[in-house]
């Protein structure tokens, strides 16, 4: 069976319907389907975008109807502790805080999202939705992960985890608790890999704040200082220091299979990460076009399989 696994949607459901019938889906029984290949979904489907409830019910549709697996992005965790009570606290506080100005910034990243749906009971079902949706796949042939795919983590989570590789109620709770180990291990997974930098180091982020851990390319074994693996602006990048990133705190992928994701908001033509590695997100919620890689069952990855539809929108 081929495989196309489609980046970051985040409400671009105009983007979506194309790239869907650019590769050969039509409509039946209200879902897209495909005569003998199926879609991955990486995760991200809302945010952004002016059609949020429509990617939803297009993602959805596929999924039920057995021609597309989806997983777990940041924005659908983000969603899910925006809509879920905080249990240590009094009433009126949630696992994604609401007040002050953490609060603030929160509702404007997702305000397009609840802009369509706030105080409707199509918010619960998309919120009970989304606790369905696994952290990643490890199928026979390949394997899917919103931002990093890291043993450890994965590890680590599993056996916490609901059948499928879901979160539970119970799991969001930890997962929003900076400092505990499950918090640590959904970020890895849904944001990427963060590596501390060495002592004395920091920098300021773009609201300001001080930070002592930089997101790194964690698929790029050509490089290994702070300074070459930061994900960061190039200025910023730059004054950090050229010391090697320790090997225990950057694993390595292990190339059994092609590894999928999308997250990073990738500019330009679509290229590979390496023969086993490939983002497809090509910032489609900013302009870009939505990717697909369309996998036939090879091992090594190619350039020539990216299939993209639309962009230049913004
Ligand atoms: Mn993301």
Excluded at 209 to 233: C, F, G, K, Q
Excluded at 241 to 261: G, L
Aim: hydrophobic letters at 40%; proline letters at 5%; glycine letters at 10%.
């Amino acid at each position: 069976m081929g495989y196309d696994i489609v980046g970051d949607v985040h409400g671009q459901a105009s983007k979506l319907e194309a790239l869907l019938e650019g590769m050969g889906y039509r409509l039946k029984a209200g879902a897209f389907q495909h005569p003998h290949r199926r879609a991955i979904f990486v995760g991200d489907y809302i945010d952004r975008g002016p059609r949020q409830v429509d990617t939803y019910r297009i993602v959805r549709a596929m999924v039920e109807s057995g021609s597309a697996l989806a997983i777990l992005g940041n924005h659908e965790f983000n969603a899910i502790a925006w809509h879920t009570a905080d249990p240590a606290t009094a009433e009126g506080f949630f696992l994604r805080p609401r007040h002050g100005a953490t609060g603030a910034k929160n509702r404007q990243q997702h305000q397009h999202f609840l802009a369509e749906v706030e105080g409707t009971r199509l918010h619960d079902e998309i919120i009970e939705w989304f606790l369905t949706l696994p952290l990643w796949l490890d199928l026979p042939e390949l394997r899917v992960i919103h931002a990093c795919w890291h043993d450890g983590y994965i590890s680590e989570l599993k056996p916490l985890l609901g059948p499928s590789q879901t979160l539970t109620t119970e799991l969001m709770v930890r997962a929003s608790r900076q400092g505990d180990a499950v918090f640590e291990a959904v970020e890895g997974l849904t944001k990427g890999l963060e590596v501390a930098l060495p002592d004395g180091h920091a920098f300021l982020d773009k609201d300001g704040h001080e930070r002592r851990n930089v997101r790194i390319r964690w698929w790029d074994e050509t490089s290994h200082s702070y300074r070459d693996l930061a994900l960061m602006p190039d200025e910023a990048r730059m004054a950090l220091p050229a010391a090697t990133v320790p090997a225990q705190s950057r694993p390595i992928y292990d190339q059994r299979k092609p590894v999928f994701m999308g997250h990073y908001w990738m500019q330009g033509e679509p290229v590979l990460q390496s023969s086993k590695i490939a983002c497809v997100d090509y910032s489609a919620g900013k302009g870009g076009p939505l990717v697909a890689y369309r996998w036939d069952g090879e091992s090594e990855l190619s350039t020539k399989n990216f299939f993209a539809e639309g962009g230049s929108d913004a």
